[in-house]
């Protein structure tokens, strides 16, 4: 099995950034001619990305060319944010990039923000992958596949000739147990197991994260389990989301996302050291009972998380390249990850996949 990547950055966004990088990955695969290439560009090429895809695609001496655009990426040599670069990894002899069909299990989904529905997240196939992403939050987006812009503005590839295994970190600090909401209104949390949110929210706060008249709305959010509430923090069944308002008058919490009577809600706080250790945790997971060191992987992680919310360094490339050393690795930062939990399709916020994929 073939597979290395490429990593190329520069002042201005060229499509020769794109061939550079796909040359130096070709050299350090030791092939002639790949069988796909994962392309991820800089939100600098978003506007006109076909003219990279193309150079992209004869570098590689092939036409299946698959990736997004977005504000961030990286392979294992580095990470590249606010400056237009190009990211790839190519395939060679025993593996295939391709379309994923009815039969295809585990595939990898890219979409922009405005072509993910719950239809689609519902159709069969277990998707890992991100959101197409910039720093602005207004596109735009793009994603290709097969060397062309898809129409949709969404993919699905599979990587035949490998087993996948997929990980997920939430990368939060939980402040409290799930607790059963009794009241709401829209999208105000009023009461929480027989107590006003804002006092259970409150309770749960470090004694040094503000008062209940100056929260720090920012770094605390509310997570909605899925299923049973038994054991849903430690299997990662919940979605997350952000607190939009705390109100003093009749003591609710306004969520982003809407909820339930009888619903489970508990508080969380992102925090880089806990993200670091349910990174490293994850990986404790994935390779438990494994014998065999992946062949490459594929990650992404939130763009809330990497260097900017570690402090200097992305501590979640930093564990998986301590892990597996040397292993080729790809990735970019999205507006949102996708991964199989809980038995469906989620589209999540705030974490962190990785798909390590191993010889068959």
């Known amino acids: 099995m073939k ?51 193309a150079a992209a695609a ?32 190519v395939f ?23 072509a993910i529905n719950t239809a689609w997240l519902d159709q069969p196939g277990r998707r890992y992958g991100a959101v197409s992403g910039d720093a602005s939050g207004q596109g735009p987006y793009t994603v290709w596949q097969g060397s062309r812009l898809t129409p949709g503005r969404r993919c699905e590839i599979a990587i035949a000739g490998s087993r996948c295994q997929v990980g997920l970190s939430r990368g939060i600090q939980p402040l409290s147990e799930p607790c059963e909401i009794d009241r709401v209104s829209g999208h ?4 929480l197991d027989g107590q006003p949110a804002l006092d259970s929210l409150a309770r749960g706060l470090p004694l040094d994260a503000g008062n209940s008249r100056q929260f720090p709305l920012h770094m605390v959010m509310a997570g909605i389990v899925h299923g049973n509430p038994e054991n849903a923090l430690m299997e990662g069944r919940y979605n997350l989301a952000p607190i939009i308002a705390t109100n003093m008058a009749d003591r609710s919490v306004t969520l982003s996302a809407r909820v ?8 969380a706080m992102r925090q880089p050291l806990a993200a670091e250790r349910d990174m490293n945790l994850m990986l404790d997971r994935m390779t438990g009972d494994k014998m065999l060191d992946p062949a490459f992987g594929l990650c992404f992680p939130s763009m809330s998380r990497g260097a900017y919310f570690y402090g200097s360094a992305d501590r979640d490339l930093e564990a998986i ?8 690795l790809i990735g970019f930062y999205g507006n949102g990850e996708f991964a199989h ?16 994929h191993y010889d068959v």
Request: aromatic share 6%.
């Open 3 to 53: 597979v290395a990547t490429g990593l190329a950055h520069g002042i201005v966004a060229t499509p020769d950034l794109a061939a550079e990088a796909v040359r130096a990955a070709m050299e350090r695969a030791a092939i002639e001619i790949a069988h796909g290439v994962l392309l991820f560009l800089s939100s600098d090429f978003a506007g006109r990305p076909q003219s990279a895809i």
């Open 58 to 89: 004869r570098a590689a001496n092939c036409l299946q060319v698959a990736g997004c655009s977005s504000v961030g990426l990286f392979t294992e040599e580095d990470w590249l944010l606010d400056a237009p670069a190009a990211a790839a990894m």
């Open 92 to 114: 060679g002899a025993g593996l295939e990039l391709r379309p994923a069909g009815a039969d295809d299990d585990w595939r990898l989904a890219m979409a922009a923000p405005n």
């Open 188 to 191: 105000d949390v009023q009461s």
């Open 260 to 267: 339930r009577p009888h619903d489970h809600l508990f508080w």
């Open 321 to 328: 390249k301590h892990r597996f050393p040397g292993m080729p």
């Open 341 to 356: 939990l809980d038995g469906k399709n989620r589209l999540l916020h705030y974490s962190t996949v990785l798909a390590l």
